[in-house]
């Protein structure tokens, strides 16, 4: 797959992540498409969020399962959460 291939960030615009599930069966994929991009308004937003409603230091990234077609969220506890199972 290449770089033109990879989807866009609904929320921010830019191109997202191939990013290497680190639990293969939770997610029933090998890779992922997330938005590590920490200006992401989805993801600065989240913080507040979380801290408001669940009262945890944690916020989230666009998803999107190439396997499922299907996005969402994945819960991150710290801006690096993650980012060192990026393929870039
Ligand atoms: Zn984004």
Redesign the pocket.
């Known amino acids: 797959m290449n770089q033109e291939e990879r989807p866009v ?1 609904p ?2 615009q ?1 191109k997202m992540k191939k990013w290497y599930c680190p639990d293969v069966s939770t997610w029933g994929t090998e890779f992922q498409f997330v ?1 590590f ?1 920490d200006e ?1 308004p ?2 600065v937003r989240g913080w507040d969020h979380m801290m408001k409603t669940q009262n945890v230091t944690a916020s989230y990234r ?1 998803r999107y399962n190439p396997e499922t077609k299907e996005t969402g969220p994945l819960p991150v506890w710290s801006k690096d959460n993650f980012k060192k199972q990026i393929e870039d």
């Open positions: 960030c929320h921010c830019q938005c991009n992401c989805y993801f666009h």
